[in-house]
Nanobody
Framework: QVQLVESGGGLVQPGGSLRLSCAAS????????MDWYRQTPGKERALVAS???????NYADSVKGRFTISRDNAKKTIYLQMYSLKPEDTAVYYC???????????????WGQGIQVTVSS
């Protein structure tokens, strides 16, 4: 059983910061890339940031320079450090990972259940 568990969301004022965490657990052989997505009502789920197993990062233009994604392979955890938050950053944030459960399996998509981030005065 593989799980992705997100934490660190909540309510923050504009200009504030939050740090999201996503911990993978269960039967895991290896993890390829891990990502953060976000979704607001009426919109498609969109990629916010990604990080490869070689620590190559990619960011959506809307968050570039404000968000930083990182990973701790020993803890099987990724983080999203968010600075200078704006009201338009309000969304449910989802952790995503490509995980191989054993040597003979292919990589499969796994999703966290989502965590709310609200930026408001």
């Amino acid at each position: 059983q593989v799980q992705l568990v997100e934490s660190g969301g909540g309510l923050v004022q504009p200009g504030g910061s939050l740090r999201l965490s996503c911990a993978a657990s269960g039967s895991i052989f290896s993890i390829n890339d891990m990502d953060w997505y976000r979704q607001t009502p009426g919109k498609e789920r969109a990629l916010v940031a990604s990080i490869t197993d070689g620590d190559i990062t990619n960011y959506a233009d809307s968050v570039k320079g404000r968000f930083t994604i990182s990973r701790d392979n020993a803890k099987k955890t990724i983080y999203l450090q968010m600075y200078s938050l704006k009201p338009e950053d309000t969304a449910v944030y989802y952790c995503h990972a490509l995980i191989k459960r054993d040597y003979y399996y292919s990589y499969s998509d796994y999703w966290g259940q989502g965590i709310q981030v609200t930026v408001s005065s």
